[in-house]
């Protein structure tokens, strides 16, 4: 269904030749996304954003649905490979942890304007009749949870975590927190207040102090 009055203008001048870069675009449509949210933004907001016309948008990316997949996808990329790149470097799980965590207040927090986290707080700005966007949303919810709780399982494996203690609850812990990052720093809070409550998070975490492997090292390096 077209977004925008200028929807039919646009259909029939899809197939010109772009003279923008594409990606760049991307880019710019994923901050205003990431900052107003999916039904926040008006296809005026996107143009100006990605300093292109609306037929030219259209032309490029199909319509406001498909540049917001897309846009989740690239955030996914860019952001989603810092967690996990935090999540498996050479730690033990407390580093681990807290290196993903402050990795995610880091970007939450970064710029004039605080955003959290797209993905977290997305669904909050997606109406219910968008039901595929509400679903692709959840989904990179749930795949944040699972990465967490690999990390976690492998804290049991490693003898760091009890193998009695339930990694799935202390996981969702984890993700609660999160969450609750992300909306305190969409609502202003300072990186040292949301930091100060990863610290307090991490203490409680039930390690044994013992591990019976060696330090985990990232890929490509070699152990000293």
């Keep these: 269904m077209m977004n925008d009055p200028v929807d039919a203008a646009a259909s029939k001048r899809r197939g010109r030749p772009r003279n923008f870069d594409r990606h760049a675009a991307l880019i710019c449509a994923m901050e205003m996304f990431w900052l107003k949210g999916f039904d926040g933004c008006a296809i005026s907001d996107l143009t100006v954003a990605m300093n292109i016309n609306s037929p030219s948008l259209y032309a490029a990316f199909g319509s406001k649905e498909d540049l917001f997949r897309e846009a989740v996808d690239l955030y996914g990329t860019l952001e989603g490979e810092a967690t996990r ?8 799980i407390r580093d681990a942890l807290g290196a993903m965590l402050k990795r995610s207040v880091e970007m939450f927090t970064r710029g004039p304007q605080p955003r959290g986290c797209m993905v977290m707080l997305g669904a909050l700005n997606v109406s219910a ?3 595929e966007l509400r679903a692709l949303l959840h989904k ?3 795949q944040i949870f699972d990465m967490i709780c690999k990390r976690m399982k492998l804290a049991v494996d490693d003898g760091e975590i009890a193998q009695s ?4 609850g202390l996981s969702m812990m984890c993700a609660v927190l999160f969450t609750g990052l992300a909306v305190h720093a969409h609502d202003g809070a300072g990186r040292a207040k949301l930091n100060s409550a990863i610290d307090a998070f991490i203490a409680t975490l039930p390690v044994t102090g013992k591990s019976r492997t060696a330090p985990r090292v990232a890929a490509g390096k070699k152990a000293p």
């Design 129 to 131: 009749d968008q039901k």
């Design 140 to 142: 990179r919810q749930r």
């Design 85 to 92: 790149c935090a999540l498996a470097g050479p730690r033990n």
């Design 165 to 168: 203690v339930d990694i799935d």
